[in-house]
């Protein structure tokens, strides 16, 4: 019941809520963007969402616009420099992502679920499927993110997808709810460039 009905239930009133609380903070960061760099508020980017169909994710623009668009951050050659300024704020405090509120009223996404994968991480939606992870909608957070976020390689990632699967209902979506609020606050698993990063680190470190 808590999948079929009461999960979809409650990411149309809290992402409704949401929109409506936080507009003001919506309208604040796009003048900050505008201000600080030429191009659109928002960045529209092609995702793959319940059962491998597409849908386009909307986020607030942390990247200058000549960035390539279907790259994931962890492959871009020095991915700090494609940030803005005001990016870099955004991406810390995953403000970024508050604008994903409008694809989880639409039905795209779900307040807690395993992130969006790019419709071209193929190794990413592979690992999902052996976990049905990609049979479920996808998320604004999620297990995998309060456990190490852009730290985890990829099969771990999809591991912990498919464990969320497995364990989906009321009280965990409350546990990666809440878990998500404490990450963000501590800027746990954030470092920019992501796995590829960190994999360069520690390959540079030996």
Known sequence: MYRKFFKRLIDVVLSFLGIILLSWLFLIIAVLIKIDSKGPVFFKQKRVGIHKTYFYMLKFRSMR?????NMPTHLLNNAESHITKVGKVLRKLSLD???QMFNILKGDMSIIGPRPALWNQDDLIAERDKYGANDVKPGLTG????????ELPI???ARLDGEYVSRMGFIFDLKCFFGTIISVLKSDGVVEGGTGAIEEKEYVNK
Do not use: F, S, Y
């Open 65 to 69: 616009t000549d960035t390539p668009k």
């Open 97 to 99: 992502e508050l604008p």
């Open 143 to 150: 297990w995998a993110q309060i456990n190490g976020r852009d």
């Open 155 to 157: 099969d771990v990632k």
